[in-house]
């Protein structure tokens, strides 16, 4: 009986390794395929990888960006604002999101929610003492305040 025991504690960890390695390899093979795709301008298939990445891993918010970059080449402008107000609400702390959202919202024509967008997250970076991030989002909105 105490054999049975020994056997489960080392094969369970073993199999648990194996599933998880066999779902990072899978998942490596779809991102690599959604960004040749992307590269390719095939924002179609690239759009449809992307989607089955979030299916295996949805907090991954660099995946939501790129299908949101993928929608907004497809001029699916809302769904593409949708993706970015995601990791907004989910990861403020991306700056990136804040950029491509208020980016998507100027190709709207809506330059004001753009820019209210920018100076709440300026405040925001303000407060995390994140200075690098900062300095994007003030660049960005001294370009969008003076054009």
């Known amino acids: ?4 025991f020994a056997i489960i504690a080392v094969v369970l960890p073993i199999l648990s390794l194996i599933y998880l390695s066999v779902k990072t390899w899978k998942t ?7 960004i040749t795709f992307y590269k390719a301008k095939d924002y179609a298939n690239a759009e449809t990888y992307f989607q089955q ?12 960006l790129l299908l949101g970059d993928t929608l907004l080449r ?12 995601e990791v ?3 990861a403020p702390e991306k700056v990136d999101a804040y950029c491509r959202l208020s980016n998507a919202l100027i190709i709207q024509d ?12 300026q405040k ?4 995390k003492r994140q200075v690098n991030d900062l300095k994007k989002i003030q660049q960005l909105l001294k370009i969008i305040t003076e054009s």
């Not at 009986?1 to 049975?4: A, G, K, P, Q, V």
């Not at 497809?74 to 107000?85: G, R, S, T």
């Open 74 to 85: 497809q001029k699916q402008l809302e769904a593409a604002i949708d993706k970015y107000q």
């Open 88 to 90: 907004v609400k989910r």
């Open 1 to 4: 009986m105490l054999d049975l």
């Open 124 to 127: 925001y970076f303000q407060s």
């Open 28 to 34: 490596n093979v779809i991102f690599r395929q959604a």
């Open 53 to 64: 990445l979030i299916a295996i891993n949805y907090t991954n918010d660099l995946v939501h």
């Open 110 to 121: 809506k330059r004001q929610e753009a820019i209210n967008l920018l100076e709440k997250s």
